[in-house]
């Protein structure tokens, strides 16, 4: 089973897409995406964001991974910056167009794009184990929480910096 839709894992916050589903992915991202590169999360306004976010961090972190923490920033914006910084990857959280009680989980990788089919199954079926034999570090090994807040800052010059003239 794929739990991931066409934009990501989707689902009523605490309810279909729950605490534990966003620590799993932490993890599956931990795991499998860029071994040894930093992974970021940023997310949008819906109340559900930060406790998604805490349990991605925390997945992330107990892989030994670092993580960068964007806070608010448009999906753009996370995509741009892990691509610039040369990132292994990120995920946005963030519903879109949804109502206010849903959220989702959309997964960059290293540049800046959708993760593949292939790695969305790949987590998918991580997220739905039992079991987990991934690694699980200790004391100083454990991954680092970074503040990323003043890079959206990065993404806001770029912006500035396109043309201004109309293409139509």
Do not use: W
Not at 67 to 80: C, D
Not at 100 to 105: K, M, P, Q, R, T
């Amino acid at each position: 089973m794929n739990l991931f839709g066409t934009d990501g894992i989707r689902g009523v916050a605490n309810t279909e897409l729950t605490c534990e589903i966003a620590f799993r992915l932490g993890r599956a991202m931990g795991i499998y995406l860029s071994p040894g590169m930093d992974l970021c999360v940023g997310r949008d306004t819906r109340l559900s964001g930060d406790m998604l976010e805490a349990a991605i961090v925390a997945g992330v972190t107990s892989t030994g991974r670092n993580v960068l923490r964007l806070g608010v920033i448009t999906t753009p914006g996370l995509s741009f910056l892990v691509k610039d910084l040369g990132l292994g990857g990120g995920v946005m959280i963030s519903a879109s167009h949804n109502p206010a009680e849903y959220n989702g989980l959309k997964v960059f990788g290293p540049d800046g794009k959708k993760i593949p089919d292939q790695t969305e199954c790949l987590f998918s079926e991580f997220i739905l184990a039992k079991g987990d034999d991934g690694p699980v570090p200790s004391g100083p090994s454990v991954g680092r929480v970074l503040p990323g807040e003043a890079l959206v800052i990065r993404y806001a010059r770029f912006l500035e910096s396109a043309p201004k003239e109309r293409l139509s």
